[in-house]
């Protein structure tokens, strides 16, 4: 299973907004609605943001949403934070019941 | 509170074995599927593996398929990943994950603080 593909980097000014792609197949992203983002900050454990392409956990902040077309997903980041900066992966289920990551975006705050 | 405590971590030489822990409270254990997930130094995270709630359905990436074993013990709330044959490119820290609900394609909600494993002579 290969990974789902992800801009290395990406950036903003705080106040600004920013979107982050996930490009998988017609194996994972493209026929299943089970698309998670994840938010790491250095030194620290990954953290739920978006389930489901586009839910929310309790607790996030609704500056953060998820998307999907095809076999593309998408999170948007609105109103950019100091805060925000971190490195972001997304996940998709997979046709083999297994999970794939994406290679992770590094977002800065400029 | 979810809290997920992983132990066993530590330096191996090439070919060796290793068990990691998991310690799992604040939820009902045997509900969820569980699973493990390691990121190496300065690069991202690999899915490595899941196991059902009750155990008896495993799934493996094709990295480790044939040396790692993932198991658990819902009497005692924890999870275990055996690792065998290790390899040098097996070194990362690896993250015990809660999955939302009991079927694989809930994914991660629920992550540990990791155990950093080393394979290296």
């Known amino acids: 299973q290969s990974a789902l593909t992800q801009p290395a980097s990406v950036s903003g000014s705080p106040g600004q907004s920013i979107t982050i792609s996930c490009t998988g197949t017609s194996s994972d992203v493209g026929v299943y609605n089970y698309v998670s983002w994840y938010q790491q900050h250095p030194g620290k454990a990954p953290k739920l943001m978006i389930y489901d392409v586009s839910n929310r956990p309790s607790g996030v902040s609704n500056r953060f949403s998820g998307s999907k077309s095809g076999n593309t997903a998408s999170l948007t980041i609105s109103g950019l934070q100091a805060e925000d900066e971190a490195d972001y992966y997304c996940?998709?289920?997979?046709?083999?019941?297994?999970?794939?990551f994406g290679g992770g975006t590094k977002l800065t705050v400029l | 509170e979810v809290q997920l405590l992983e132990s066993g971590g530590g330096l191996v030489q090439p070919g060796g074995s290793l068990r990691l822990s998991c310690a799992a409270s604040?939820?009902?254990?045997?509900?969820?599927?569980m699973s493990w997930v390691r990121q190496a130094p300065g690069k991202g995270l690999e899915w490595v593996s899941v196991i059902s709630g009750g155990g008896g359905d495993t799934k493996y990436a094709d990295s480790v398929k044939g040396r790692f074993t993932i198991s658990r013990d819902n009497s005692k709330n924890t999870l275990y990943l055996q690792m065998n044959s290790l390899r040098a490119e097996d070194t990362a820290v690896y993250y015990c994950?809660?999955?939302?609900?009991?079927?694989?394609?809930?994914?991660?909600?629920?992550w540990g603080q990791g155990t950093l494993v080393t394979v290296s002579s």
């Open positions: 996940s998709s289920y997979t046709s083999s019941s297994t999970r794939v």
């Open positions: 994950a809660k999955y939302r609900g009991s079927g694989y394609f809930w994914g991660v909600d629920y």
């Open positions: 604040g939820f009902t254990f045997s509900s969820y599927a």
